[in-house]
């Protein structure tokens, strides 16, 4: 069986840069443990598979798999399924993902970019004194919960999340959670980093699901509904934030960067 893939950069303005997702477009969904096979195999931080919606609801339905596990939401690759569908559509300006657990997402065209509407999560306060020690902190300005398994650290400076050197392994052991660092920025308002270690990402380059959770938090706290945020991976990647009533909208570009045919 021919499947075609797309590896795409998003996030990014350049190949090489924000966070690569495998894009895989089937005629239906295949067994579950072949769908993560596949994930695994790309091993890439997601693969995103999309069918083609048979309900009223979306023009599609959207799964993510890492390497390890499926996900409930993710960023980077929807945003990397909207750019595959409408680059190949240039009559298109909207595309809508039915997912099972984040509930219908959008991807639009905006300028040379896209523009894309994930639920926001707004954490609460609570003590996660495991996490911050995986982190290898004796304490943080903050840190806050989201129940769909986000952690949120806050510190002081950007310096400080640069110079973290996390636990992978004692963090992995505090189960599925997405770990996200935060601080104010230096070039733009927010920076953060992102560690999933128990889901098979040790950092993850650049993390929409996180900006869920960032956006909520930082809206609050600058006072504002947008701002500007940089993920300070290796890779690194810029995401444009805004606050829209319970849904948080952001903006980004893509580059695709390898198309092909995965063989199983």
């Not at 443990?33 to 083609?52: C, D, G, H, M, S």
């Amino acid at each position: 069986m021919k499947l075609p893939f797309a590896q795409i950069d998003a996030f990014a303005d350049r190949p090489f840069t924000g966070n690569p997702a495998a894009v895989m477009p089937l005629e239906e969904w295949l067994d579950d443990a072949v769908l993560q096979a596949i994930a695994a195999e790309n091993n890439l931080a997601e693969t995103a598979f999309i069918i083609e919606d048979e309900s009223d609801e979306a023009d599609y339905e959207l799964r993510w798999f890492t390497p390890a596990v499926e996900v409930a939401l993710c960023g980077h690759a929807t945003l990397a399924s909207g750019h595959h569908v409408l680059a190949q559509d240039p009559s298109r300006d909207l595309v809508r993902f039915r997912t099972r657990k984040a509930g219908v997402l959008e991807v639009a065209r905006h300028g040379d970019g896209y523009l894309m509407a994930l639920p926001g999560y707004a954490p609460e306060p609570k003590p996660m004194p495991k996490v911050l020690a995986g982190l290898g902190l004796g304490r943080a300005v903050e840190t806050l919960w989201h129940p769909n398994g986000y952690g949120l650290v806050v510190l002081e400076s950007a310096e400080q999340v640069l110079a973290l050197e996390p636990d992978f392994r004692a963090l992995a052991a505090v189960g599925d959670v997405l770990n996200i660092v935060t601080a104010p920025g230096k070039d733009t308002d927010v920076m953060s980093r992102v560690f999933a270690p128990a889901a098979g990402i040790d950092e993850d380059p650049v993390t929409g699901s996180a900006h869920s959770v960032l956006t909520p938090y930082w809206a609050g706290r600058l006072g504002r509904a947008c701002f500007t945020a940089h993920q300070s991976s290796r890779r690194g990647g810029y995401v444009d934030c805004e606050l829209d009533g319970g849904r948080v909208i952001l903006g980004g570009k893509c580059v695709t960067v390898i198309e092909g045919e995965f063989s199983i």
